[in-house]
């Protein structure tokens, strides 16, 4: 069995100005220099991604973006590029966050194209998918990822599939204090495990790792991590604070 190492990435959303930024890398850093157990990127808003570039350098901690457009350049009012990204010391990027998906007209074939594009650019996108409520509800869970999974991942490579993050993240769990319970995330993990393995094979599915959305707070990371499927978390609203995240990144 391969060891997947694992991943604890926070998404701040819409959260901190630049002095924030470098309040929060002040704290966080001593708290997590000594983890190199896992890998850990925080992804702030654009215009905080240049003080975390700084304040992160010469630390484990990298620099992700949350979203990125697929040109290189171009009349995209308000968009930014996979190139600018990884010139600013971004070595990662979030794609088809359920907030995308819901409020930006995000849908499988964009996530595609932005997919392709952070690639491209030598960024590790970590690609998210996830069920709604009603969809949960409606026992359509597995259709819907496998769905997300082919539409989003499909037409990748296998040598471009090798560099991707899969997020986890129900939507019913994210910002509602509600999580997933360990049994059902890794079950969705299997799931999207099983449409990698048909898609990439048995090894690509083996390697890929599948990080947990929604709701991972210091209390509850630690039954999450204790499952195998489950490779790392996605935090939201715990990583804003550098003791949770730090508690968080000790798992
Ligand atoms: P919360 O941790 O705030 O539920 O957010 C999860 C999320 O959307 C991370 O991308």
């Not at 990822?145 to 129900?170: K, M, N």
């Not at 390697?207 to 499927?229: F, H, Q, T, W």
Request: aromatic share 6%; glycine share 12%.
């Amino acid at each position: 069995m391969s060891k997947r190492i694992p991943v604890i990435a926070g998404n701040w959303k819409m959260y901190k100005s630049v002095a924030e930024t470098a309040e929060f890398f002040e704290k966080f850093r001593p708290l997590v220099g000594e983890a190199t157990h896992c890998e850990i990127v925080i992804a702030p808003p654009f215009p905080a991604l240049a003080a975390a570039v700084e304040a992160a350098r010469g630390s484990r901690i990298r620099v992700g973006a949350q979203n990125l457009h697929w040109e290189k350049e171009g009349a995209f009012t308000g968009e930014v590029s996979g190139p600018m990204l990884a010139a600013a010391g971004c070595t990662h990027v979030i794609i088809g966050h359920s907030e995308r998906r819901q409020y930006f007209g995000e849908t499988d074939q964009t996530v595609n194209r932005r997919i392709g594009a952070a690639l491209e650019a030598g960024l590790a996108p970590i690609v998210c998918v996830g069920e709604r409520l009603e969809e949960r509800e409606g026992g359509r869970t597995e259709a819907v990822l496998i769905q997300q999974f082919d539409g989003g991942l499909g037409g990748l490579t296998p040598e471009q599939f090798s560099a991707i993050l899969v997020a986890y993240e129900p939507v019913w769990a994210i910002g509602t204090g509600r999580t997933a319970t360990p049994e059902i995330a890794a079950e969705a993990h299997r799931l999207i495990r099983d449409c990698a393995a048909r898609r990439f094979g048995a090894t690509a599915a083996e390697n890929l790792r599948i990080l947990y959305g929604g709701s991972v707070k210091p209390d509850n990371i630690r039954g999450l991590m204790a499952r195998p499927e489950i490779d790392g978390a996605l935090v939201g609203g715990a990583s804003l604070d550098p003791r949770s995240m730090a508690s968080i990144v000790h798992f």
